[in-house]
């Protein structure tokens, strides 16, 4: 008995070592698998830097030689055509005096042959009034060389210097990319994108953020700024996104590399604003509501309560009409019809002018006024359940409303609990155009 005891320990033991070592096995394979993957990165970047590289320098090249012999040709033309306003006087002035200089030969043997002839009065008087006629007493101006222009060139001795020091410093291969991607979070129908500075010398000056489908490879621009979180809306639900990010230093004009592309995918559907309310006019994602000239107005809720605790609910103010202490933007636990604004029972809310109202009573706490391009952020969660069935306080939701650089905290009681909420807007006057997210 003992020895079949001790056989099914042995072989429990053997079974649990062999499990052991498929988990180790499968853990080492999936360790060689990260390896390769590290491996494929460092080559596949290795190989497009050096095609990135061969390629700048080569363009590079071509646009240096393009540029010097263009500016040569301009230099040679500006010779020529020095060359040929200046040669141009001396040639009119070589042609008077030439002209001058036959008019004088002429002349000359006219003379000769008039005193040959002594005695003819006729030769020599008309002779001497044609001497007269001719002013031989009158030269033309010959400019001296220092009249005339001496072409030369001046050439900048420390340009050549100067572009061996810029060229020898150009470019710099950095082994990681400056910016990271830390955070990818999946919002409703929307991902929160974070990143974070690596390089602790780099000084970025504004950020460029990148997403595509995975299926489709092509990148698009839609974040460009100074802030380093973004929520990239129009999501669609269990697809994948991939984005890459990069920077723009100090005083630079060029992008750095990009960092290395995450995927993420979400799988919660948009917010919508609930269709068919006549005071308001809804985009076609139904994620936007316009308060319309409509003279009948109530809140506007969400198509259903989907708002839960842990989420970050933002209303985002695309533009702003007049305020009213009516107005209201906010979350309550069902809709109910004939109110015309959140400020009631079961219903947080903020009001256009910042007032802060819990089951209709307004706070002494109060935040900015809201304007175009304010951002409203509700986040919550759950504190405690009541102790008894019967506990008229039985649900807390600690609820955070931001606004700008403030935020007030409190906890919200509810009579009973609550998986998800709803949300709404309301406004007195038109113009007010409000996206959710």
Request: charged share 25%; net charge negative; glycine share 6%.
């Amino acid at each position: 008995m003992m020895e079949i005891e001790i056989q099914a320990e042995l072989l429990t033991e053997a079974k649990e070592s062999i499990e052991a070592a498929k988990n180790y096995k499968d853990e080492l394979e999936q360790r060689l698998q990260g390896l390769n993957q590290a491996r494929k990165q460092i080559n596949g970047s290795a190989a497009e830097t050096r095609n990135a590289l061969q390629h700048h320098f080569e363009e590079l090249k071509a646009t240096v030689i393009k540029l010097l012999d263009e500016r040569l040709m301009f230099l040679l033309h500006e010779v020529d055509k020095v060359e040929d306003e200046s040669i141009k006087p001396l040639d009119d002035c070589q042609k008077l005096i030439e002209h001058g200089v036959n008019t004088a030969e002429e002349l000359l043997q006219e003379g000769e042959a008039a005193v040959l002839c002594g005695t003819a009065e006729e030769k020599l008087g008309s002779f001497t009034k044609k001497a007269l006629q001719i002013q031989l007493d009158s030269l033309p101006e010959v400019p001296s060389l220092v009249e005339v222009p001496s072409l030369s060139v001046q050439l900048d001795e420390g340009f050549l210097s100067s572009v061996k020091d810029r060229i020898s410093t150009h470019g710099a291969i950095a082994s990681r990319p400056p910016v990271q991607i830390e955070e990818l979070t999946e919002r409703p129908g929307g991902i929160l994108v974070r990143w974070c500075k690596e390089d602790d010398d780099f000084v970025p000056q504004e950020y460029r953020l990148q997403f595509c489908k995975s299926s489709s490879g092509h990148f698009e621009d839609v974040y460009l700024g100074p802030d380093t979180e973004f929520v990239v809306l129009h999501i669609d639900p269990h697809v994948g996104y991939i984005f890459r990010v990069c920077a723009r230093g100090e005083g630079r004009r060029e992008w750095s590399p990009w960092s290395i592309p995450q995927t993420a995918h979400t799988t919660l559907s948009a917010h919508e604003w609930i269709t068919g309310c006549e005071g308001f006019s809804l985009s076609s994602r139904r994620d936007m509501a316009l308060r319309n000239d409509s003279p009948t107005f109530g809140v506007l809720y969400s198509k259903e309560p989907t708002y839960t605790s842990g989420q970050t609910l933002t209303f985002r103010m695309e533009a702003a009409g007049l305020p009213d202490k009516r107005d209201s933007i906010g979350v309550c636990v069902k809709p109910q019809n004939g109110c015309d604004s959140l400020q009631r029972d079961k219903a947080v809310c903020i009001s256009s002018n910042g007032a802060v109202f819990v089951n209709g009573k307004e706070m002494t706490n109060q935040l900015p006024c809201v304007s175009t391009g304010s951002s409203i952020t509700f986040d919550m969660e759950v504190v405690s359940f009541g102790s008894t069935f019967n506990d008229a306080a039985s649900f807390k939701l600690r609820v955070i409303i931001s606004s700008g650089n403030r935020e007030v905290v409190f906890d919200w009681l509810l009579d009973q609990p609550c998986d998800a909420l709803y949300f709404g807007c309301s406004f007195v006057y038109p113009g007010w155009k409000v996206l959710v997210f």
